[in-house]
């Protein structure tokens, strides 16, 4: 039998104890900070309950070690930064995801984040004859580019005020602020905005109409995730459900306080962030449905934009929602029925 010497014995201890010594000191795979990515992050309001969820603690509270939002200008950019950073959530406008999936990714949709478009409004200058959506006939409406949402939101504006839109002039302006411009200038009647920007300038634009009082309630972004992240990440991406579900509460609670923080990491004046929080939260209670959710998942809504999304073309063919709609990382009184 072979004997090891007491040199032997000890370098195999040393060895040892170095082994177990540095799995000690190795964090492990949940305690490295990462990134999730949301899509206008810091100049939209959908992406305000992360601002929220990071100053509170909630991410840490629930388990994951999220350090920063990556912001992205579009759907699109979140979808190409969620697979190209291999991150593991991501939020999106519904039809971003629609798009990808059909173009070949492999994504899921976790959960429902903003149920609502009621940051709309439609504006024209105070001293213009416009004054309602009645008036827009043969006018020039604006929209920022060809197949985003506003285009589609200015053709469910002319369903909703009955007029078919050969009668009415709608023209890209290329951006909200740059509509503005045009708008000032006269070359455009009506332009819609979103917020923060109708609260940053009261005043200096009459409301024609606004979203919670003319539209039906249209998904505006949901919770995204890879199909890979779904299959081995499942405790982080519930770590940012719940986070986020958390903010929320703590904004319909506390209101002018969550205002405070949004309004630091948005570089926004706190009075301006807290109109726009309040008119949010408030906009239910003309649709009765709420503009931030919980995380439920609302088909009728989805459906809603995807409808508005065919009338400008932006999505071509049927959704079926069953192959894209994950609902096993919620917690169960957010469930649908069906799922539970």
């Known amino acids: 039998m072979m004997r090891f010497g007491f ?25 490295f900070a990462e990134q999730i990515v ?51 959530y991501g939020e999106a406008a519904p039809s971003a995801v629609v798009s990808a999936v059909q ?16 940051e709309f409004v439609w504006v024209a200058m105070p001293n213009s004859p416009v004054n309602s959506m009645k008036d827009l006939k043969g006018r020039r409406l604006g929209f920022t580019n060809p197949g985003s949402t506003s285009e589609a939101l200015d053709y469910l504006l002319l369903e909703a005020a009955g007029i078919p839109a050969a009668e009415v002039k709608l023209s890209r302006t290329g951006g909200f602020g740059a509509g503005l411009t045009v708008l000032e200038l006269g070359g455009m009647d009506v ?14 634009y009459k409301i024609v109409a606004s979203a919670p009082e003319v539209l039906p309630a249209l998904s505006n972004v949901v919770g995204v995730t890879t199909a890979d992240a779904a299959r081995t990440r ?16 703590y904004m319909v609670a506390n209101p002018k306080d969550a205002s405070l923080i949004i309004a630091k990491a948005y570089n926004l004046d706190p009075a301006v962030t807290e109109r726009v ?24 809504t989805m459906n809603n934009m995807i409808r508005a999304q065919k009338l400008v073309g932006a999505i071509k063919v049927d959704v079926d929602w069953s192959k894209l709609v994950d609902e096993s990382f919620l917690p169960d009184d957010l469930k649908s029925k069906k799922a539970k």
């Open 7 to 31: 040199s032997a014995r000890c370098a195999m201890a040393c060895a040892t104890a170095s082994v177990f010594g540095l799995s000690a000191l190795m964090p492990t795979a949940s305690a």
């Open 38 to 88: 949301v899509s206008n992050y810091g100049t939209s309001p959908n992406g305000m309950p992360y601002a929220v969820a990071l100053e509170k603690g909630y991410f840490k509270e629930f388990g994951v070690n999220v350090d920063g939002i990556l912001s992205s200008d579009g759907g699109g950019s979140t979808i190409r930064n969620l697979l190209g950073g291999k991150l593991a």
């Open 103 to 118: 173009g070949g990714a492999d994504l899921r949709i976790i959960s429902g984040n903003v149920h609502t478009v009621a």
């Open 191 to 204: 332009v819609p905005i979103t917020e923060p920007m109708w609260s940053s300038n009261p005043g200096k």
């Open 234 to 249: 499942g405790d982080f991406i519930r770590g940012v459900l719940k986070a986020r579900r958390k903010a929320v509460e």
């Open 277 to 300: 929080v309040r008119g949010l939260l408030e906009s239910e209670k003309k649709g009765g449905v709420p503009y931030w959710g919980a995380g439920d998942l609302r088909i009728d």
